[in-house]
């Protein structure tokens, strides 16, 4: 047997020997049932017990599994009030991107809800990138954003759980060609110079989807410019640049600009819940069901049949745990 046990696996189980049901325990713990079956083998392999009789109908404790259940609770009880005592006197730090973005707010504000004890507090970091060093230096604690597009060495040190497809559209100014079309067609971008952050070092996950999109389009990606911070600097560049401008459906109003929707096909960004392996927070649970209540209720992870997203995000789905 294993001289240590993670107690990941613990959780696992205990919630498996709770519902009995692996699909049923999977949601409860936001993970993948897939995940979940690995974990529970990987504890059953540690042991050297069979914990489990599955069949086609039903789960079933061994006696194995009735002998670990309730040291399995102890250990979870312990660690939970351990990581109340010492994560109750500082704030869980919540990286949103903007000000203006819709899902990482909403589910913010769910998770405030679900745990009113502790104080969960926003910052805003503008893309994943950025926020990741500061993830992995523990100045912050979760953020939000297309994990599949961060560089491999960050994927690593961290994980994540996917919260929404979030469908892509372009803000253009009030008297552009396309301005007066409820929907964009992508093909009608075809000769545009878009502007999808490139050259800014807090997004390249960003401007990677954007190049992914516009491959074999016709569609260029605009070259850097200078970062405009606030309303009245985007507007002077957006006048100066015309172009188009890469952003998702909830990208907030700015002025003299329109929000139009993309379609034919639909993209996606796919926005995950990211933190730093091996996070501690009282407040951190309540997070990550806010973000699964929300993605349940609002069907955010729901594709469209004619959406788009690239490969490497659809297994980032696929692979979460």
């Not at 926003?122 to 939000?144: C, N, P, V």
């Not at 079309?181 to 971008?189: R, T």
Request: charged share 25%.
């Amino acid at each position: 047997m294993a001289a240590h046990l993670d107690t990941r696996l613990l959780r696992a189980f205990v919630a498996v020997a709770e519902e009995l049901h692996f699909t049923r325990a999977a949601a409860r713990l936001f993970v993948a049932q897939q995940a979940l079956s690995r974990d529970v083998r990987r504890l059953e392999r540690e042991l050297g017990a069979d914990l489990f009789v599955r069949t086609t109908r039903q789960v079933t404790l061994t006696a194995d599994g009735e002998r670990l259940l309730p040291y399995a609770r102890r250990v979870l009880e312990a660690q939970d009030a351990l990581l109340t005592a010492f994560g109750e006197a500082r704030p869980l730090l919540v990286d949103l991107n903007s000000p203006g973005l819709v899902t990482g707010r909403r589910v913010l504000h769910r998770a405030r809800e679900l745990a009113p004890e502790c104080e969960l507090m926003a910052r805003f970091e503008s893309g994943l990138t950025g926020a990741a060093g500061e993830l992995l230096a523990g100045r912050l604690d979760a953020s939000f954003g297309r994990f599949a597009g961060l560089d491999p060495v960050l994927r690593a040190q961290l994980e994540q759980q996917p919260v929404r497809y979030e469908p892509m559209a372009v803000v253009l100014p009030e008297d552009h060609r396309l301005a007066a079309l409820a929907e964009v067609p992508l093909d009608a971008l075809a000769g545009e110079t878009v502007y999808a952050g490139a050259g800014n070092p807090r997004t390249p996950e960003w401007t990677d989807l954007a190049r992914r999109l516009f491959e074999g389009r016709g569609i260029q990606i605009a070259p850097p410019v200078p970062l405009a911070v606030g309303d009245e600097e985007f507007e002077r560049i957006m006048a100066k640049t015309r172009n188009p401008i890469l952003a998702v459906v909830d990208f907030p109003a700015m002025p003299r600009t329109v929000v139009r929707p993309l379609i034919d096909p639909v993209p996606l960004s796919l926005v995950s819940l990211v933190w730093r392996k091996g996070l501690v927070h009282p407040g951190f649970a309540a997070l990550r069901r806010a973000a699964g209540e929300l993605a349940a209720a609002e069907g955010w992870l729901s594709k469209p049949d004619d959406g788009w997203i690239p490969a490497m995000d659809s297994y980032t789905v696929r692979t979460h745990n």
